[in-house]
C-alpha cells in the first residue's frame, strides 16, 4: 500500500510540476489591457457592440450608462429584448431614445431549434453593420477607453478574435472563495496562454466580452452555428481556433466588469445548465472532471498532513505549487493572496456544483432557461 501511495502522490506531484507550472507561468505572461495605448480615431474601425437582455431591470440601467460612456467614435451598440417580463423592453426603449448610439430589438417568440440567447444575439447581428462584432452581456460594465485599448491590442497582434478576462464583483466570503478557484480552473481547463498558438488546440470564450472580425464571424455560421449552446461564448472560441483564425486572451481586470450570480445559492443555481453543457453532457466526463478536482486539489492536503516519508514530500510539492497558482490568480483579481488557503474547500465546492448540474439536468432529462424548456436529446444534438 505504501508503494502504491508514494507512486500514486509521486503522478499528482509530477502533474503539478509539469503541466501546473506551464499553465501558470503562461497565465502571467498574458496581454494586460493597460498596457495598451488608446488607438487613434484613424486606427478605429466600426464596432457593433452587440448583446440580449432577459428580465435585466436592476442591472441593466447601471450597465447601459457605462456603455452609452465609451469613448469610441464608430460605435453602435445593438440591444436585444429577449421576452423580458419585467421593465427591459422600457429601459431599453427609453436609453434609445435619447442615445443615438443604441439601437433596441424586441424578441416577442422563440422560434423552435433556438435557445434563446443564441436566437437574441443572431437578431442582432442582423440589425448591425460593424466591421467588428463585440458580444456581451447585458450586466456588464466598461470602462470609457476599453475598445480603443482592445483596438490597439486586436491590430497588434494581428487577431481574429479576442477574449477578455475582466473583474467579476464579490459580495462576501464565498463568493470570493468559489470564483478565485473558479478563475484558477479556468486556468487549468483552457491553457489560456496557447489559446494564441495557433498550432495549439486550446481555446476560450468569455461571455462578457468577445470581439472578432465580422467576415471571420460569418464565415463561422454565425450564432446559427450555436444555435443550440448553452456555452455559446466558449463555443463561439471553439469554431474560431477549429478555422484556424487567430484567436487570443487579455486581461482586462476593471476594464471590463460584471456582476455575476452574487450570494453562494445564486452562484449555484446560476451554473446549474452550464456545468454540465460544458462537459457536453457526457456523464463519464463529469466523473473524471469532479474526481481530477478532487484528486489533485484536496487529496495533496490530506497527503501532507497524514502521509510519511516520500508521499508527504510529494504532497508538500504538490500544495506549495497549486496554493503558489491560486495566489497569482488572487492577486490578479484584486483580492487577499491568503484566499489560496481555501484551495481545497473551493475544489471541494466545485465539485459539487458540477455534481448537481448533472444530477438536475439528468433528472429533468433537459434544462430550463429564460423560462422555456430544452430536452437533453435536442442539447446533445446541437452542442458543437
Given at each position: 500500500?505504501?508503494?502504491?501511495?508514494?507512486?500514486f502522490f509521486?503522478?499528482?506531484a509530477?502533474?503539478?510540476?509539469?503541466?501546473?507550472?506551464?499553465?501558470a507561468?503562461?497565465?502571467s505572461?498574458?496581454?494586460?489591457?493597460?498596457?495598451?495605448?488608446q488607438?487613434?480615431d484613424?486606427?478605429?474601425?466600426?464596432?457593433s457592440?452587440i448583446f440580449?437582455a432577459r428580465?435585466?431591470?436592476q442591472?441593466?440601467p447601471?450597465a447601459l450608462?457605462?456603455?452609452?460612456?465609451?469613448?469610441?467614435?464608430?460605435?453602435?451598440?445593438?440591444?436585444?429584448?429577449?421576452?423580458?417580463?419585467?421593465a427591459?423592453?422600457?429601459?431599453?426603449?427609453?436609453?434609445a431614445?435619447?442615445?443615438?448610439?443604441?439601437?433596441a430589438?424586441h424578441?416577442?417568440?422563440?422560434?423552435?431549434?433556438w435557445?434563446?440567447?443564441?436566437?437574441?444575439?443572431?437578431?442582432?447581428y442582423?440589425?448591425?453593420t460593424?466591421?467588428?462584432?463585440v458580444?456581451t452581456?447585458?450586466?456588464?460594465?466598461?470602462?470609457?477607453?476599453?475598445?480603443?485599448?482592445?483596438?490597439?491590442?486586436?491590430?497588434?497582434r494581428?487577431?481574429?478574435?479576442l477574449?477578455l478576462?475582466g473583474d467579476?464583483?464579490?459580495?462576501?466570503?464565498?463568493?470570493?472563495l468559489l470564483?478565485?478557484?473558479f478563475?484558477?480552473?479556468?486556468?487549468?481547463?483552457?491553457?489560456s496562454?496557447q489559446v494564441?498558438?495557433?498550432?495549439s488546440?486550446?481555446?476560450?470564450?468569455?461571455?462578457?466580452?468577445?470581439i472578432?472580425?465580422?467576415?471571420?464571424?460569418e464565415s463561422?455560421?454565425?450564432?446559427?452555428?450555436l444555435?443550440?449552446?448553452?456555452?455559446?461564448d466558449?463555443?463561439?472560441g471553439?469554431?474560431?481556433?477549429r478555422?484556424?483564425?487567430r484567436?487570443g486572451?487579455?486581461?482586462a481586470q476593471d476594464?471590463?466588469s460584471?456582476?455575476?450570480?452574487l450570494?453562494?445559492s445564486?452562484?449555484?443555481?446560476?451554473?446549474?445548465k452550464?456545468?454540465?453543457?460544458?462537459?457536453?453532457y457526457s456523464?463519464l466526463l463529469v466523473t473524471g472532471?469532479?474526481?481530477s478536482l478532487?484528486?489533485?486539489?484536496?487529496?495533496p492536503?490530506a497527503?501532507l498532513?497524514?502521509?510519511?516519508g516520500w508521499?508527504r514530500?510529494f504532497c508538500?510539492?504538490?500544495v506549495l505549487?497549486?496554493?503558489?497558482?491560486?495566489a497569482?490568480?488572487?492577486?490578479?483579481?484584486?483580492?487577499s493572496?491568503?484566499y489560496?488557503?481555501?484551495l481545497?474547500l473551493?475544489a471541494?465546492?466545485f465539485?459539487?456544483?458540477?455534481?448537481?448540474?448533472t444530477?438536475?439536468t439528468?433528472?429533468q432529462r433537459?434544462?430550463f432557461?429564460?423560462?422555456?424548456f430544452?430536452?437533453?436529446?435536442?442539447?446533445?444534438?446541437?452542442?458543437?
Amino acid at each position: 500500500m505504501h508503494l502504491f501511495l508514494t507512486v500514486f502522490f509521486g503522478l499528482i506531484a509530477i502533474f503539478w510540476l509539469t503541466y501546473g507550472l506551464k499553465v501558470a507561468y503562461g497565465a502571467s505572461r498574458l496581454p494586460w489591457l493597460k498596457k495598451c495605448v488608446q488607438a487613434a480615431d484613424p486606427e478605429c474601425p466600426s464596432i457593433s457592440l452587440i448583446f440580449a437582455a432577459r428580465d435585466e431591470q436592476q442591472k441593466l440601467p447601471g450597465a447601459l450608462a457605462t456603455l452609452m460612456a465609451i469613448d469610441y467614435p464608430k460605435l453602435e451598440i445593438i440591444a436585444v429584448d429577449d421576452r423580458s417580463t419585467d421593465a427591459t423592453p422600457r429601459i431599453l426603449d427609453e436609453f434609445a431614445t435619447t442615445h443615438d448610439r443604441l439601437k433596441a430589438v424586441h424578441v416577442r417568440e422563440l422560434p423552435a431549434g433556438w435557445l434563446g440567447k443564441p436566437h437574441a444575439l443572431q437578431k442582432a447581428y442582423e440589425a448591425s453593420t460593424g466591421e467588428y462584432l463585440v458580444f456581451t452581456d447585458a450586466d456588464v460594465k466598461f470602462q470609457p477607453d476599453a475598445l480603443r485599448r482592445v483596438m490597439t491590442l486586436v491590430r497588434e497582434r494581428n487577431l481574429d478574435h479576442l477574449t477578455l478576462l475582466g473583474d467579476v464583483e464579490r459580495s462576501n466570503f464565498w463568493d470570493t472563495l468559489l470564483l478565485t478557484f473558479f478563475a484558477m480552473g479556468f486556468q487549468l481547463a483552457t491553457d489560456s496562454y496557447q489559446v494564441s498558438n495557433p498550432n495549439s488546440r486550446a481555446y476560450a470564450g468569455v461571455g462578457a466580452f468577445q470581439i472578432l472580425k465580422r467576415s471571420v464571424y460569418e464565415s463561422l455560421g454565425t450564432h446559427r452555428r450555436l444555435a443550440m449552446e448553452v456555452v455559446d461564448d466558449m463555443k463561439l472560441g471553439k469554431l474560431v481556433k477549429r478555422a484556424r483564425f487567430r484567436s487570443g486572451i487579455a486581461v482586462a481586470q476593471d476594464a471590463v466588469s460584471v456582476e455575476w450570480h452574487l450570494g453562494m445559492s445564486n452562484l449555484v443555481r446560476g451554473l446549474e445548465k452550464n456545468f454540465f453543457a460544458a462537459a457536453q453532457y457526457s456523464s463519464l466526463l463529469v466523473t473524471g472532471q469532479i474526481l481530477s478536482l478532487l484528486i489533485f486539489n484536496v487529496l495533496p492536503f490530506a497527503g501532507l498532513l497524514f502521509g510519511h516519508g516520500w508521499v508527504r514530500i510529494f504532497c508538500a510539492i504538490a500544495v506549495l505549487i497549486a496554493l503558489g497558482f491560486h495566489a497569482g490568480v488572487d492577486i490578479v483579481m484584486r483580492v487577499s493572496p491568503l484566499y489560496c488557503l481555501t484551495l481545497p474547500l473551493g475544489a471541494v465546492l466545485f465539485a459539487f456544483i458540477l455534481f448537481r448540474s448533472t444530477v438536475v439536468t439528468l433528472r429533468q432529462r433537459g434544462i430550463f432557461w429564460r423560462g422555456t424548456f430544452y430536452s437533453l436529446d435536442e442539447l446533445r444534438r446541437g452542442s458543437v
